[in-house]
């Protein structure tokens, strides 16, 4: 994996265009009396990854394991407490604030809930033209022309520009948030849980949707989804999360041929597959997961896991790589079974 | 899994349900008159996406409804649940037919231990001392898998996580041995290692109280495992009915087709889904005939304007196209 000493030469077609190293999110928990910090949530704790240009990076776990505090962390919507992102080379926590403005319109985020994230009150044109207009990329006729241009390419008809957000269908709603953030033309979207919450005919369309906007501007993407399946089919690697920390890395066919982590493993065998004929034996997990208030020693997931033996509850597991088939870019597993394997870094 | 037919006589019989829902712009149909068997100890999945109109089917059942059933007949065994009176009809709820919603935590009262919420349904429908309702709680939670029954039983709702409280509405909805489970979206708002325990448990209650379950869910994996005959709604009708393997193996409206190839399949990689375009549309546009023929690619002369009923393709198995009708359907029916 990159540990890139160098500086901002990463400029190439196949370099990172996301580079995070050690990134760690605490949450301060208030109360008490005096309302001050009694604790806090380990929401995110030394992630490690890069996406490359063009790429699409899955993020998968089950709901509270940090992925969207990692999104948000990338995009710099809250300061880490420790660790670094690095967008184009550049790391985010060096850039003066209009520094980090100009760098924040290279990346865009689109969320789960298309109601939310619109303004009632205002046009979806108003709410696509808005980012251009507050950068000054457009004005009046122009304007207008840009929006119109964005509402089409993502499959509305121009003249929806003057109409409100509950005239539109949820996937409509989603394709104007779409619309709005390509607005910039950014390198990066960030699309949390974009398709959970649509019907699986307009889940297609939006999948479909945002495979053509990679191929035509060369957008890289971290998707973060609870759903394996729509995953798998959208990125080109995988990563999962457990408990505000990465278990394993790899190609998506590969992880989903061979997942080595065990709990990745009892991630996929509890997925049903559409297809009766496929048998569904789901491993399943003992207890409860565990509170990121007071996340377990060791490996987080020795509480729960088949296979922890003694090192698991007192040392926490480096990075491995493991090769193998579909191992263009590194299978990486964070578990004591695979102790022998070489570092990753 | 038992026979994929329907039964001769089914436990649950629905027969030309119409529901219609007064609102601001006018009388909204939303079951266009659905008909559906359940038989005894069977599980049938109502499958579609939302709004299609599977909550309000089950809401009709269980009498929970704030719109109008127009017409149409509900037998439970040889009752016409129709027919019955309030307290009559609360006698069934809870005690002969039980139902699991998506959401515990909107089903749960978050004042009352979870203990005592057991212990009062146990005791509307039977008559228990209450140290009887306490210990016959304590068991139900135990059954249901909830670690430290005893101590869980002096609980609150928010100090569950969501797939204990699932347990918790489990069982209370078995808590009378009912004859019939009505799960709405059962595991719609809960992790997939969660689904998995909890599909698991809701089998295994199933085989041991021998109770049929309609499992109402748009989530065609989970409906792939757990169903034995499967039901596809689109826009307020079921377009679809069969045996499991018939809908996933030998779809024959072009709608469950459809949706089939839209669902990305980790077994069928491929660059793009096969979309379905358009949507579903709005009950006040509703076509006269099928509601699928403008998304629909078959589409031919006789769609748009006369309504299909279930033609038979197989024994226990039959969809509402006319490419189905012997008397109309084209030459070139598309195979399988
Ligand atoms: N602003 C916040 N304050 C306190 N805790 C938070 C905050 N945001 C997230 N968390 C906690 O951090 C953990 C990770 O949350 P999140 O990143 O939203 O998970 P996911 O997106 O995987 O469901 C959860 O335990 C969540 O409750
Ligand atoms: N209380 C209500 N008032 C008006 N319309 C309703 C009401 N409840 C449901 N509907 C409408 O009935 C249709 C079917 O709803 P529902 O059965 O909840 O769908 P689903 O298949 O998602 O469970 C939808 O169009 C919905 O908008
Ligand atoms: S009846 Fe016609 S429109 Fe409806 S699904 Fe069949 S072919 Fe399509
Ligand atoms: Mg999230
Ligand atoms: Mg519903």
Partial sequence: MPQAASVSVNSGPQSPLVEVS???????????????????????????????????????GESG????????????????????????????????SSALRQMRQRMQIVFQDPYSSLNPRRTVGDAIGEPLFVHGRARGAELERRVTELLERVGLPGGYRSRYPHEFSGGQRQRVCIARALALSPELVVCDEAVSALDISIQAQILNLLRDLQDEYGLTYLFISHNLNVVRHIADRIAVMYLGKLVEEADAERLFESPQHPYTRALMSANPVPDPDVPLRPVCLQGELPSPLDPPAGCRFHTRCPSAFQPCSHIVPEARLISGPHTTEGHRVWCHLYDDAPNSD | ????????????????????????????????????????????????????????????????????????????????????????????????????????????????????????????????????????????????????????????????????KQR???????????????????????????????????????????????????????????AERVAVMYAGKIVEQGAVRDIFKRAAHPYTRALLAALPDPLRTAARLEAIPGRVPLPRMLPAGCAFCARCKHVFEPCPGVLPELFPIAPGHSAACFLHDPRRAPSNVPCQ
């Fill in chain 1, 22 to 60: 050690g990134l760690r999110k605490y949450f301060p928990v208030r109360g008490g009396l005096f309302g001050g910090v009694v604790n806090q949530v380990r929401a995110v704790e030394d992630v490690s990854f890069s996406i490359k240009r063009g790429e699409t990076l899955g993020l998968v």
């Fill in chain 1, 65 to 96: 394991c940090g992925k969207t505090t990692v999104g948000r962390l990338l995009l710099r919507l809250i300061e880490p407490s420790a660790g670094r992102v690095r967008f184009g080379g550049e790391d985010l926590a060096t850039l003066s």
């Fill in chain 2, 1 to 164: 899994m038992s026979g994929a037919e329907p039964q001769a006589t089914p436990l649950l019989s629905i027969r030309g349900l119409r529901v219609d829902f007064a609102t601001d712009a006018g009388s909204v149909p939303a079951v266009r008159g659905v008909d559906l068997d359940i038989g005894i100890s069977e599980t049938v999945a109502l499958v579609g996406e939302s709004g299609c109109g599977k909550s309000v089917t089950a809401m009709s059942v269980m009498r929970l409804l704030t719109g109008r059933i127009s017409a149409g007949s509900i037998r439970f065994g040889n009752t016409e649940l129709q027919s019955l009176s309030e307290p009559e009809m609360r006698r069934i709820r809870g005690a002969q037919i039980g139902m699991v919603f998506q959401e515990p935590m909107t089903s749960l009262n978050p004042v009352l231990t979870i203990g005592k919420q057991i212990e009062e349904v146990l005791t509307l429908h039977q008559r228990l001392t209450s140290s009887a309702a306490r210990a016959h709680a304590v068991e139900l939670l135990k059954r249901v898998g909830i670690p430290s029954a005893e101590r869980r039983a002096s609980q609150y709702p928010h100090e569950l996580s969501g797939g204990m």
């Fill in chain 2, 168 to 226: 918790v509405m489990i069982a209370m909805a078995i808590s009378c041995r009912p004859k019939l489970l009505i799960a709405d979206e059962p595991t719609t708002a809960l992790d997939v290692t969660i689904q998995a325990q909890i599909m698991d448990l809701l089998g295994s209650l199933q085989q041991e109280l021998g109770m049929a379950v309609l499992l109402i869910t748009h989530d065609l994996g989970v409906v792939a495992h757990f």
